[in-house]
Nanobody
C-alpha cells in the first residue's frame, strides 16, 4: 500500500488546517495509523496515533485538545484536523501505517522506526 499526504501549506497562527492521508487501498488491515511530524534539525515526533487492536489513541501533549484524527467509511483516507495552530507546529507531517500488534503509545514513540509504511510528507508552515 502507498500513502500520499496532500493538504499541507501556509496558515496563520490560530488557524486550522486538515491534512489527508490517501491510501492506495483500504487501511483496515493495519493495526496502526498515525501522524508523525519532523521539524528541521529534530527527530521525528509522533503526534496522533490510533491502534485498532486495543482501540487506543495516543496524543502528544503538545497537541491535546487541538488535533483530532478520523477516517472515511472506506478506510482509504485518514485525516488530521489541526486547530488553533501555533508556530511551533511548523514541520513536515507524515502519515504512517503498521501491521505490528503493539499499542498506540509505543508505536507513536519508541516504535516509530519500526513502522512499515510511510507517506512522503507534507509541509505545514504556521506563521506568527
Amino acid at each position: 500500500v502507498q500513502l500520499v499526504e496532500p493538504g499541507g501549506g501556509l496558515v496563520q497562527a490560530g488557524g486550522s488546517l486538515r491534512l489527508s492521508c490517501v491510501a492506495s487501498e483500504s487501511t483496515s488491515s493495519f493495526n496502526f495509523m498515525g501522524w508523525v511530524r519532523q521539524e528541521v534539525g529534530n527527530e521525528r515526533e509522533g503526534v496522533l496515533c490510533i491502534t485498532s487492536s486495543d482501540d487506543s489513541t495516543y496524543y502528544a501533549d503538545s497537541v491535546k485538545g487541538r488535533f483530532a484524527i478520523s477516517s472515511d467509511n472506506a478506510k482509504t483516507t485518514v485525516y488530521l484536523q489541526m486547530n488553533d495552530l501555533k508556530p511551533e507546529d511548523t514541520a513536515v507531517y507524515y502519515c504512517a501505517a503498521s501491521e505490528r500488534a503493539y499499542y498506540s503509545e509505543y508505536l507513536c514513540g519508541a516504535g516509530l522506526p519500526y513502522l512499515e509504511v510511510w507517506g512522503q510528507g507534507t509541509l505545514v508552515n504556521v506563521s506568527s
